[in-house]
């Protein structure tokens, strides 16, 4: 309790607080995408349940993995070597998740952009179950929360901070996991957007599982300017149906 109480009368806790909240939230956008675009292909009354149980696993996984850092920093030390590249079991670790997120995505991608696939499409919705779901939300639940934990085990050494910061960051994707699944299941260009965008994801995992790092900024910058655009033709678009309904 002492040790707590000390920590808080620290102005270098607190932004180290507020850095590693915003840097978990970041992180959990990554995250809270795949869910929600894959609980929105489930039945309309197991969508929301789908989410929270994604998001409560998430925050399990996190929490769990903090009461081991010990054995978390270990998984940074290479374990084998591949092509030259000494690979540790976090990078294996982002790599296959990365694949992973690729091969979702473009399989995704795939049934939006082929008129032959719509009705496979059609019956593949039909066919996700509320299991198979939960089980796909948790492997990238898992791959998420590692380059999560990692991330906050480099900018502080309070676990008592990282806590803070990891209920902080799964509150707002509670909070944020409705509104933006309704968001995607409304706007049917914003899915292949939010599709392209784990792919970007998939693929920077990739890069950083073979050692070539990828500068998150770049990436969400890269992310935010296509948001940009696509709100911008979203307002064009609704300008233009309001002119013709004006007209007629």
Avoid: C
Avoid at 75 to 100: C, H, R, Y
Avoid at 128 to 136: K, R
Wanted: glycine share 8%; hydrophobic share 55%.
């Amino acid at each position: 309790m002492q040790d707590i109480i000390a920590l808080v009368q620290q102005p270098e806790a607190w932004v180290a607080l507020a850095t590693l909240v915003v840097m978990e939230v970041v992180l959990g956008i990554d995250n809270l995408l795949f869910i929600s675009i894959l609980s929105n292909k489930l039945p309309e009354g197991q969508r929301e349940r789908a989410r929270k149980v994604g998001i409560g696993l998430a925050l399990i996984l996190r929490l769990g993995l903090l009461a081991t850092i010990a054995w978390i920093v270990q998984l940074t030390q290479p374990v084998v070597t591949i092509l030259g590249n000494e690979l540790s079991w976090k990078d294996m670790i982002l790599i296959a998740g990365g694949l992973f997120l690729v091969w979702k995505a473009t399989k995704e991608i795939h049934h939006h952009v082929d008129p032959a696939d719509h009705e496979d499409t059609m019956v593949g919705v039909a066919g996700m179950t509320f299991g198979s779901a939960i089980v796909q939300i948790l492997i990238l639940d898992l791959v998420f929360s590692i380059d999560s934990i990692i991330t906050a085990v480099g900018m502080t050494p309070h676990v008592e901070i990282m806590v803070v910061a990891v209920l902080a960051a799964v509150t707002v994707m509670l909070l944020a996991a409705n509104p933006l699944a309704a968001f995607i299941g409304k706007n049917p260009t914003i899915v292949m957007l939010a599709l392209s965008f784990l792919l970007l994801i998939g693929t920077t995992l990739i890069a950083e599982g073979f050692g070539v790092h990828v500068p998150k900024g770049y990436v969400y910058a890269a992310m935010a300017f296509s948001a940009l655009v696509e709100g911008l033709n979203m307002w064009a678009r609704n300008a233009r149906l309001r002119k013709k309904g004006q007209a007629h």
